[in-house]
């Protein structure tokens, strides 16, 4: 079954959208990230202009990651004063990453930055989870060996404006968490993504939060930080496509729950080697694209007529 | 009262002596509504030759070009650079149509003089006219051909010779599909009659191609209402993904 979509322009067929959608749920309910960074890449491939892909995939990520936020508001797993600090950084942000977006649009250098970031991220991320991974294997096989400690003191808890996060458990500067609040918002902005695989290990290792409070605060600012993106793309761009997004997020939600039923069977080291391997292969299919010389060097892009 | 019309009839007369064979034309279809079901559409073009005289030794051919809206088109060619493929030159090509289809009864260069094909801007690469002034790097005709390469692998531009069936010198049809990515705009049609390569009749009527329903609506709600678009397509999603996880709790307590 055909369906034209009014922003995009395109005629997809529905149940590849509820595929892709349902995909991606899967591997987000597996491993507890948005999937947003699969989503976009996956759009270009089916045909939808890039622009259109990055927006509406804001719009999708905040239908998922409100459904996931409940789960945590139940379990008290949300530090809602520190969401809101790393939102407002995320704010400015995401505004500071539509800017460059449309500046480097205008350039025609939009994909390659999208491209580029995706390479850069996924690379250094998927490189990290992939080489701790095998070390918490390896440490298991040991059995017993030193635990890690927590709450280390770094450079993070030598600035100033320190406020107290009851709910996480810290006490440290607010520096940090506006910094890494306005970092996963220009990325978001630009990648069409939630930030999470970000956010996730920013708030482990740089703010030191545990574990336990990580998902769902990241989820409570990823919201808002993706429908900021959301209503500057529908405003500056206009390249929201809501049926699009709903044909996703309806693929997605239910493959969300399959999927974690899945994953509770894993084990925690392979579910993130799994994804480490996961991230680092989307990674080297966009880097191959980037370094091999492409079949068609030309690309056409229609100028948007004034007023239309 | 008499003098005028004798004049009547003798411009009468030479009008029926410049163009001794006119069209009539149908079309199965003289608007398309892009709906949300919409999956491409088929356009039956069909027409007849009127004529006042006998039918002429030559051989009676019929191009239909059919031209969808124009607008300024960006070409740009990837460069390698630092390593990696980035977009480099840029020719902006002033205008392009969105779509651009010409059916034929034979092989253009058999039936069409290359001076009428001027005359009338027939084959697609009359309908694109690049700014020669933005020419900074040279040949611009690569950059052209590139946007005609592109356009006629995802159907957009299409060349479809023996496309329109004549039978006996007079009538003729031809169906012409538009494809599911299609620009809404005004599509002009127009209609050659040849003999000889050169054009003896033509005729251009207008398809109009509009969203409608649904589509119409989310369409005129982004452009126009920007920010109440976007506020909207939030809160569903959010509504969307709140009714999910209600629901999933239901199914799991229940």
């Known amino acids: 079954m055909q369906f034209y979509l009014p922003i995009a322009e395109v005629s997809v067929n529905i149940f590849l959208l509820f595929g892709l959608g349902g995909l991606v749920g899967v591997l987000s309910g597996i491993f507890g990230v948005g999937g947003g960074f699969l989503i976009t890449p996956l759009l270009f491939f089916v045909g939808i202009p890039p622009a259109v892909a990055v927006a509406t995939s804001a719009n999708q990520?905040?239908?998922?990651?409100?459904?996931?936020?409940?789960?945590?508001?139940?379990?008290?797993?949300?530090?809602?004063?520190?969401?809101?600090?790393?939102?407002?950084?995320?704010l400015v942000g995401s505004g500071f990453g539509i800017l460059l977006f449309n500046y480097l649009k205008s350039l025609g250098q939009v994909d390659l930055l999208v491209q580029l970031c995706y390479v850069v991220f996924l690379g250094i991320i998927g490189g990290l989870m992939f080489i701790e991974s095998l070390r918490a294997i390896r440490r298991a096989r040991k059995a017993g060996g030193a635990r890690?400690?927590?709450?280390?003191?770094?450079?993070?808890?030598?600035?100033?404006f320190k406020i107290?996060?009851?709910?996480?458990?810290?006490?440290?500067?607010?520096i940090p968490v506006l910094l890494v609040g306005a970092a996963v918002g220009v990325l978001s902005a630009v990648m069409g993504v939630g930030g999470g695989f970000i956010m996730v290990p920013a708030m482990i290792y740089i703010l030191g939060m545990p574990t336990k409070v990580v998902v769902g605060t990241s989820l409570f600012q990823i919201i808002f930080v993706a429908g900021f993106n959301t209503l500057l793309h529908a405003i500056t761009n206009k390249t929201v496509d809501l049926p699009l997004a709903l044909f996703l997020l309806i693929g997605g939600v239910i493959g969300a729950q399959f999927g974690s039923s899945i994953g509770v069977k894993l084990k925690a080291e392979t579910l993130r080697i799994l994804l480490a391997i996961l991230v680092l292969s989307v990674c080297g299919k966009i880097a191959l694209d980037l370094l091999l010389e492409p079949r068609e060097l030309y690309s056409i892009s229609r100028v948007a007529a004034g007023g239309q | 009262m008499r003098w005028l019309l004798s004049l009547l009839t003798l411009l009468t007369l030479t009008f029926a002596a410049q163009a001794e064979e006119e069209i009539v034309l149908g079309l199965s279809q003289d608007q398309v509504a892009i709906t949300a079901q919409f999956d491409g559409s088929d356009i039956l073009i069909f027409g007849a030759v009127k004529r006042e005289i006998a039918i002429p030794d030559s051989d009676l051919n019929v191009i239909i070009a059919i031209e969808g809206p124009t607008g300024p088109v960006e070409v740009r060619r990837k460069e390698r650079r630092f390593g990696i493929w980035m977009n480099g030159a840029t020719l902006e090509v002033e205008r392009a149509p969105a779509f651009y289809a010409v059916a034929a009864s034979a092989p253009l260069d058999d039936i069409l003089r290359r001076i009428e094909n001027?005359?009338?801007?027939?084959?697609?690469?009359?309908?694109?006219?690049?700014?020669?002034?933005?020419?900074?790097?040279?040949?611009?005709?690569?950059?052209?051909?590139?946007?005609?390469?592109?356009?006629?692998?995802?159907?957009?531009?299409?060349?479809?010779?023996?496309?329109?069936?004549?039978?006996?010198?007079?009538?003729?049809?031809?169906?012409?599909?538009?494809?599911s990515n299609l620009t809404e705009g005004d599509y002009s049609a127009r209609i050659f009659l040849l003999r000889d390569g050169n054009v003896v009749a033509d005729m251009a009527t207008t398809i109009d191609v509009r969203k409608v329903g649904l589509e119409r609506f989310l369409f005129n709600l982004a452009q126009d209402q920007a920010p109440v678009y976007g506020v909207l397509s939030i809160l569903i999603a959010a509504l969307f993904g709140w009714a999910a996880s209600a629901l999933f709790r239901l199914i799991k307590d229940g």
């Open chain 1, 148 to 160: 890690r400690k927590r709450s280390q003191h770094n450079w993070v808890h030598g600035l100033p």
């Open chain 1, 61 to 90: 990520i905040v239908a998922s990651s409100v459904s996931g936020l409940f789960a945590h508001l139940k379990r008290k797993t949300v530090d809602l004063k520190m969401g809101s600090y790393l939102l407002a950084g995320g």
């Open chain 1, 164 to 174: 107290r996060f009851r709910a996480s458990g810290l006490y440290i500067s607010v």
């Open chain 2, 118 to 179: 001027e005359r009338y801007s027939i084959t697609v690469d009359k309908a694109i006219q690049s700014v020669s002034a933005t020419v900074a790097f040279g040949n611009t005709q690569a950059f052209t051909d590139a946007l005609m390469r592109i356009q006629a692998a995802n159907g957009s531009y299409q060349l479809l010779e023996d496309a329109v069936k004549v039978d006996q010198q007079t009538l003729f049809r031809a169906s012409i599909a538009l494809p």
